[in-house]
């Protein structure tokens, strides 16, 4: 089970850096060209929410299964464990709330731009939180495994 889980969230995380990557870029042009928010912008941003949501439901129960993830006085001492038991899961649960509360305000705003500008933002804010959590597992974006 638990090999299954680690190689699912390893997968998802793909689609979830590709999601933000295509939202973010998409915000930035339609931006600068004053262009509308279309229904194309909306699912973009659905899709988004559900794969990191996903990517999160996935992530909780890989987190009690986990031979990574330890309770223990040593926990804080070891790099490492500390890593996987506590950042980890903290810096993805911020990005994560970034992301949906991007996605819900988007519901109250009625300017266009002022929806691209929120759209690019908050995403791009999320973006910058993934890859610094991935980054201080030590591995690149692109490792296979998570371990």
């Not at 299954?4 to 930035?28: D, E, K, N, P, Q």
Request: aromatic share 10%.
């Amino acid at each position: 089970m638990y090999t299954g889980l680690l190689h699912t969230h390893s997968l998802l995380r793909y689609f979830v850096l590709l999601m933000l990557l295509v939202v973010i870029i998409t915000a930035l042009v339609k931006s600068a060209g004053r262009k509308p928010y279309s229904s194309l912008d909306n699912k973009l941003s659905l899709y988004l929410l559900i794969f990191t949501h996903l990517q999160l439901l996935v992530g909780v129960v890989l987190y009690f299964v986990s031979p990574a993830v330890q309770f223990t006085g040593y926990t804080m001492k070891e790099k490492m464990i500390r890593y996987w038991t506590v950042e980890h899961l903290t810096l993805m649960l911020i990005a994560i709330a970034v992301i949906t509360v991007a996605r819900v305000s988007l519901k109250k705003i009625s300017d266009d731009a002022r929806k691209h500008r929120r759209t690019w933002l908050f995403n791009g804010l999320a973006l910058v939180i993934i890859i610094l959590a991935i980054s201080m597992s030590g591995r690149g974006i692109l490792h296979p495994d998570l371990f």
